[in-house]
């Protein structure tokens, strides 16, 4: 049965078994310089990819970082934040405040009016006096009982 | 697999003589990939262009060659397989509605200039193109080159018995095409 399936007669009876097709002239003959040169040509090409795909991931990593530094720098120059240039235009600029001793008007908001003026009061009386660790002391010790100064350690 | 194959194959996989040992990889199986492909895709361009992508598989590859198989089975079924692929590629970038690779098929066939069949060749050929991929690969195998099922199960990884039937029913349907072409 076996030997039967292999050495198969002509299933289709009268028809030719030949393949009716044929190639151009010299074609098998010429194949193997025309591949070569097609080998050769992909690896030049490719020797050119290698180097871009090495490059590729460190050109990606400097592009995101010049686009993240880009979103975050123009519109911080461009477009300051609205209370910053509410402030600029009326107080008195960073550099004024400090020379001047005033204090900044963005600590005033952390502290209800009263702990203002005391906190204000004290730094007056600091100023006042030069400080030294001696007269540091004589104020903790004139202003604190030993209680607070132990607690506050 | 015989001295000269474990030769070659050494050869190939030898940087210094890879060159010299793939050409004679390329004069030796040349002619009888060709027809196989030829067979699959009909038309001689796409043939060519297969061709030698199945060899530059092969060049670029061949040191990952396990020798599981015999060259010649290795061959035949990276030429299958870059067939089928070629098939594939057609008709997924095809801008017509070209639903059937068999469509395609009968275009390029009657659009080859490197058919010199008569009449009733050219039938059988367009009955050819109107089977399924793989009936199609096992009539051609086993119809016009005569090869044995166990050297086609070894390409197509298909046990015997499937190829078999796959035969079977690739002659039933070509029969069935040609009376109903002879009744018109």
């Given at each position: 049965m076996k030997e039967q399936d292999e050495n198969?007669?002509?299933?289709?009876?009268?028809?030719?078994?030949?393949?009716p097709f044929y190639v151009p002239e010299n074609y098998f003959e010429t194949f193997a310089d025309r591949l070569k040169s097609r080998i050769e040509d992909e690896e030049k090409s490719g020797r050119k990819k290698t180097l871009y795909f090495y490059l590729k991931p460190a050109l990606s990593i400097a592009a995101s970082i010049a686009l993240i530094v880009l979103l975050i720098n123009v519109p911080l120059t461009k477009f300051p934040p609205s209370n910053q240039g509410y402030l600029s235009q009326n107080q008195p600029s960073k550099d004024s405040v400090d020379s001047d001793g005033v204090i900044p008007v963005?600590?005033?908001?952390?502290?209800t009016e009263g702990q203002f003026l005391s906190a204000v009061s004290e730094m007056n009386e600091l100023d006042k006096r030069k400080l030294s660790p001696d007269s540091l002391g004589d104020y903790i010790a004139a202003n604190y009982n030993d209680y607070e100064i132990i607690a506050n350690n | 697999m015989d001295l000269n194959e474990k030769e070659l194959i050494a050869n190939l996989k030898s940087s210094g003589k890879k060159e010299g040992a793939f050409q004679v990889l390329v004069k030796t199986y040349q002619e009888r990939l060709y027809w196989h492909i030829r067979k699959i895709v009909m038309n001689h361009d796409d043939t060519d262009d297969i061709l030698q992508n199945v060899y530059i598989k092969v060049w670029k590859n061949v040191e990952g060659f396990?020798?599981?198989?015999t060259l010649f089975t290795w061959l035949f079924r990276i030429a299958t397989n870059e067939s089928l692929s070629f098939l594939q590629k057609q008709r997924r970038h095809s801008?017509?509605?070209?639903?059937?690779i068999s469509e395609y098929l009968a275009d390029s066939l009657e659009s080859d200039v490197y058919f010199d069949g008569d009449e009733i060749q050219k039938k059988l050929q367009l009955a050819i193109t109107k089977l399924p991929e793989k009936q199609r690969i096992v009539f051609n195998m086993k119809?016009?080159?005569?090869?044995k099922y166990e050297q086609m199960s070894q390409i197509l990884q298909t046990s015997v018995g499937a190829l078999k039937a796959s035969f079977h029913f690739a002659v039933k349907k070509i029969e069935e095409f040609l009376e109903e072409d002879h009744k018109k």
């Amino acid at each position: 049965m076996k030997e039967q399936d292999e050495n198969i007669e002509n299933p289709l009876g009268k028809l030719n078994k030949e393949h009716p097709f044929y190639v151009p002239e010299n074609y098998f003959e010429t194949f193997a310089d025309r591949l070569k040169s097609r080998i050769e040509d992909e690896e030049k090409s490719g020797r050119k990819k290698t180097l871009y795909f090495y490059l590729k991931p460190a050109l990606s990593i400097a592009a995101s970082i010049a686009l993240i530094v880009l979103l975050i720098n123009v519109p911080l120059t461009k477009f300051p934040p609205s209370n910053q240039g509410y402030l600029s235009q009326n107080q008195p600029s960073k550099d004024s405040v400090d020379s001047d001793g005033v204090i900044p008007v963005e600590l005033i908001t952390y502290f209800t009016e009263g702990q203002f003026l005391s906190a204000v009061s004290e730094m007056n009386e600091l100023d006042k006096r030069k400080l030294s660790p001696d007269s540091l002391g004589d104020y903790i010790a004139a202003n604190y009982n030993d209680y607070e100064i132990i607690a506050n350690n | 697999m015989d001295l000269n194959e474990k030769e070659l194959i050494a050869n190939l996989k030898s940087s210094g003589k890879k060159e010299g040992a793939f050409q004679v990889l390329v004069k030796t199986y040349q002619e009888r990939l060709y027809w196989h492909i030829r067979k699959i895709v009909m038309n001689h361009d796409d043939t060519d262009d297969i061709l030698q992508n199945v060899y530059i598989k092969v060049w670029k590859n061949v040191e990952g060659f396990r020798e599981d198989s015999t060259l010649f089975t290795w061959l035949f079924r990276i030429a299958t397989n870059e067939s089928l692929s070629f098939l594939q590629k057609q008709r997924r970038h095809s801008v017509f509605s070209m639903n059937e690779i068999s469509e395609y098929l009968a275009d390029s066939l009657e659009s080859d200039v490197y058919f010199d069949g008569d009449e009733i060749q050219k039938k059988l050929q367009l009955a050819i193109t109107k089977l399924p991929e793989k009936q199609r690969i096992v009539f051609n195998m086993k119809y016009f080159d005569e090869m044995k099922y166990e050297q086609m199960s070894q390409i197509l990884q298909t046990s015997v018995g499937a190829l078999k039937a796959s035969f079977h029913f690739a002659v039933k349907k070509i029969e069935e095409f040609l009376e109903e072409d002879h009744k018109k």
